[in-house]
């Protein structure tokens, strides 16, 4: 069942100038991430996206613990290394939007149910 939603949306520019500190992407992106963001629009999709999970989680996280890489079909696939994020029961389903000025993200979190057996 769902059991979280979240929201975010971030000018391009402001993540373009935050970039020109090279201590924003360490804080900001896992290694696979900053791999993957060939623009200042994905590295703003990769911000919302992390907004958007903490806001559908709520409780905080370091956001280079979240990680948002794509799978081959190009879907967002979100990975928490945080110890205490229950990994085995919550699954959470992440999308990305970027245009030229902003870029957006939603995060839903689902929690498996427990089957009783018949
Ligand atoms: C996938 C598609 C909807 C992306 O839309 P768009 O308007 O070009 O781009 P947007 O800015 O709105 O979204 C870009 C984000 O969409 C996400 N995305 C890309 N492919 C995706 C997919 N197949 N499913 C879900 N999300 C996808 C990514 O997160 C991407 O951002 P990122 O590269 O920074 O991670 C569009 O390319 C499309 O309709 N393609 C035709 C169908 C297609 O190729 N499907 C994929 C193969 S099955």
């Given at each position: 069942m769902v059991v979280g939603v979240g929201i975010d949306i971030v000018e391009v520019s402001r993540i373009a100038k935050a970039m020109e500190n090279p201590r924003f992407s360490r804080k900001v992106l896992t290694e696979r991430e900053e791999a993957y963001c060939d623009s200042p629009a994905r590295v703003a999709g990769r911000w919302a996206a992390k907004e958007a999970i903490i806001k559908a989680i709520g409780f905080p996280l370091r956001l280079n613990q979240i990680q948002v890489v794509n799978n081959p079909l190009g879907q967002p696939i979100v990975t928490i290394?945080?110890?205490?994020?229950?990994g085995k029961r919550l699954k959470i389903f992440v999308s990305i939007t970027h245009e030229r000025t902003h870029a957006a993200a939603v995060a839903v979190i689902e929690r498996s149910v427990l089957q009783v057996p018949m």
């Open positions: 290394t945080d110890p205490n994020f229950d």
